[in-house]
């Protein structure tokens, strides 16, 4: 399995950035889709975006032309910037695996915004 650390998030104003970071290990990482996830309080979690191994990207609409998705597979790395941030944006984020299926999630990065 893919073991995966996010780090990035933080409080930010309504219009702000944030840039995301996905820490994975395993030598099989480059293989992989992967993607960033959400989870607000009393929601489910959604994809945001996704990347395959080769760099064809898919977004939310309601992110669309917001965030972008990158990744560098010799890092081990993805990455989630995020530009003209909302309030209905503030969750938590995750990476994983796309799809996740049963894989395992890591903590998290908690993402608020305040208008």
């Known amino acids: 399995q893919v073991q995966l650390v996010e780090s990035g998030g933080g409080l930010v104003q309504f219009g702000g950035s944030l840039r995301l970071s996905c820490a994975a290990s395993?030598?099989?990482?480059?293989?992989?889709?992967m993607g960033w996830y959400r989870q607000a309080p009393g929601e489910q979690r959604e994809l945001v975006a996704r990347?395959?191994?080769?760099?064809?990207?898919y977004y939310a609409d309601s992110v669309k032309g917001r965030f972008t998705i990158s990744r560098n597979n010799v890092n081990n790395m993805v990455y989630l910037q995020m530009n003209s941030l909302k309030p209905e944006d503030t969750a938590v984020y995750y990476c994983?695996?796309?799809?996740?299926?049963?894989?395992?999630w890591g903590q998290g990065t908690q993402v608020i915004v305040s208008s």
């Open positions: 395993g030598s099989m990482f480059s293989i992989y889709v």
């Open positions: 990347i395959s191994s080769g760099g064809i990207v």
């Open positions: 994983n695996i796309y799809p996740a299926g049963s894989h395992s």
